[in-house]
């Protein structure tokens, strides 16, 4: 079997260990499988409005996911891509109701304040594992509680005067559209999904076409071996860990200016940035996998509002799912090893 094809095939046998687990779980616990799925295909897919709020929340999921992706694919682990999108998402919202300028400048100026805040907040651990080595998940674990005390604070002294939430921001700065919400029956799908499409292509070219790609990846590979090539790794562990903190807080700017086009004090975290770890390993870290997981993602989160209402199964059924496919694509030694053992199976078989 090619390398190529047992890529593929280990996320699609994790996500098909996932609903089969579910499944029995569901039977066990007394529940119609038949009935859940049903209800969760019409809670996605059953009517456009449904369908323009799955897209709607695949846009940040690429996003967060990309953040991920890109850390990884140069050998850094950036768990902190909650807090910065925390920190893109107040970002863009605050420029958005702080200036009324025209749509050209008022837009892309409150985009490129997230993407600001998410690199700035991603610079941190980056500068403190190039300079002292301090890893970077232990860092950028704590700066995901920073930002939400951080943000909430400025949310409630500074934007606003002890508000628990921000006013709208001016419809010069906001994602959204009249017509994705008329074609969908006023569903919140908005401009951003071309934003996040873009960052795709953009991660490609990075990574694929670029010498500067070729350097990140090649510190990620093996840090001695690039320094003795001539790379200088503190730079590049730096720019790895700001270019993925740009991803993360565009998905911010995502939330903040298009599905909800205001900010308010949480007393917790989204979750978005988190689920943003679980697609970048579904997708494999790859472009095309991370748009196809972040579809699967957005299907199960938003279906899963329908099955209670239409099959009486808890919703909480699906972060079940979405935990048991996190668990086959993190246990991906075992399905390779299973795969290698069928094809060289096959191999003694056509020898014969």
Known sequence: MSNTLKKISIPVIAVLLGVIVGTIIMLVTGYSPVDAYVALWNGAF?????TGEVVRQVTPLILAGLAVAFAFRTGLFNIGVEGQLIVGWTAAVWVGVAFDLPKFIHLPLAVLAAAAAGALWAFVPGFLKARFRVHEVIVSIMMNYVALHVTNYMIRNVITDKADRTENVFPSATLRSDFLASITDHSRLHWGILIALLCVAI??????KTTKGYELKAVGFNQQASQYAGMNVNRNIILSMVISGVFAGLAGAM??????????IKGGFTGVGFDGIAVALLGANGPIGIILASILFGFLKVGALNMPLEAGVPNEMVDI????????????????????KISKNKSKKGEK
């Open 203 to 208: 991660m490609w070219f990075i990574l694929e």
């Open 255 to 264: 939330e903040g200016l298009g599905t909800f086009e205001y900010a308010s």
């Open 321 to 340: 799912i979405i935990a048991l496919i996190v668990f086959f694509v993190a246990s991906s030694y075992m399905i390779r090893l299973f795969l290698e």
């Open 46 to 50: 059953g009517e456009v409005y449904f």
